[in-house]
C-alpha cells in the first residue's frame, strides 16, 4: 500500500489536524474491509460523519444521494452476505487543505475484491468535507466517482 500525499495550509494546527484528519479517513475506508475473513465495520460511519451527513456516488450524468442509513444497509447486506468478498479500499494519493475548522480531502483511491464470484480491480476519486467538532474532525460529506472509459484518474493529485 502507497503512503498518501499531503498538501494542508500552514496554519498553526494543521499539523494536528492533518494526523486527526489522515486517522478519519484511514478509518473510513477500514470499515468496508472484508478481506482475509475481516467483518465490516459500517456502522462505524455514524461515528465519523455528523448525524445529517450525506454520501453522493457520482456515475457519469448519474447521482444516488444517500443519507448515513441509505447508504449503510445495503452495504451491510453486500459485504456481509456473500456477495461481495476479500475486499478492500485504500486511499494512495490525498490533498487535504485545512481553513481553521473546515477542510477539504480530495484522494485517489483503489478497491479490490470479489463481486458474485468476479474478481475486480478498480480506482478512483473521492472528495471529503469535514468540520471541526468539540469531539475532533467529521466528515459532513463524501462523493465519490469510479474510473471508467473515458474518465481516466490521474496518478497523482
Known sequence: MRTPTHT???SPLST??????DALTRAFFSVFTNKNGIKPDVDAIHRMFIPQGLIIKCNGADREIYTLQEFIEPR????????????QEQEVSARTDIFGGIAQRYCIYEKSGILDGQA????????LQLIR???????VSLAWEDERDGLAVPDRL
Do not use: C, H, N, P
Open 76 to 87: 451491510r447486506l453486500l459485504l456481509s452476505g456473500g456477495r461481495l468478498t476479500e475486499f
Open 120 to 127: 475486480f480491480q478498480a480506482r478512483g476519486v473521492k472528495t
Open 133 to 139: 467538532m468539540d469531539d475532533g474532525w467529521k466528515l
Open 16 to 21: 494536528t489536524a492533518e494526523v486527526e484528519i
Open 8 to 10: 494542508v495550509s500552514t
